[in-house]
């Protein structure tokens, strides 16, 4: 969504790319790769992120801690893209371990199945898309939006929910306005 919207059909199929990826270098995980020393430096400093803010994740996530992660994760994104605008890449290729990508989509997942474990509604269907209000400093309220069909294709879809859980939602979703 333009502007200040969270898209939780771009989340769910972020999940797919994320899973497809920890498929992809499974088999690779004692191996290393050759990045630039730029990306590295980046997928270190997310993962770091997401870590350090792990303890969130056994609940609801409060407005205030929400707001603390997307700053972190921001400064790291700004202060990436300010290093390729200044200089940019520097040429040097880094060895990355296969294991330390797996653990960074490991961690990805970890966070994309919170949120969409949390964007389930009462009424058994998922949101599709949220607002944020990015006026306040200090926490980062959501508003979420009415339901839309795209939203339960793309959680069907994204590998999250397990075979009974997407009969659940498959009986909301023939019970629900749409």
């Known amino acids: 969504l333009v502007g200040n919207g969270c898209s939780m059909v771009t989340l769910c199929y972020l999940r797919r790319y994320l899973t497809f990826c920890q498929e ?13 020393a730029e990306v590295v430096s980046f997928l270190g ?3 770091q992120i997401l870590k350090r803010h792990r303890r969130l994740l056994g609940g609801k996530i409060a407005d205030v801690d929400r707001r603390r992660i997307v700053d972190d994760l921001g400064a790291a994104g700004s202060e990436y893209r300010q290093r390729i605008y200044t200089a940019g890449f520097s ?7 296969g294991q330390q990508l797996l653990d960074f989509f ?17 009424d058994g269907l ?12 200090k926490a980062l309220p ?11 294709v793309a ?24």
């Open 126 to 137: 998922y949101h599709s898309y949220n607002l944020i209000r990015l006026d306040d400093r």
């Open 91 to 97: 040429q040097r290729k880094t060895p990355i371990a």
């Open 24 to 36: 992809l270098f499974r088999d690779y995980a004692g191996r290393n790769f050759t990045l630039s």
């Open 45 to 47: 400093a997310l993962n």
């Open 142 to 152: 959501i508003r979420r939006l009415y339901e839309m069909l795209e939203g339960q």
């Open 155 to 178: 959680v069907l879809s994204s590998g999250h929910l397990s075979a009974e859980e997407s009969l659940i939602l498959l009986a909301a979703l023939k019970r629900s306005a749409m």
């Open 106 to 122: 490991a961690s990805a997942l970890e966070w994309t199945n919170h949120s969409i474990h949390t964007n389930r509604r009462p």
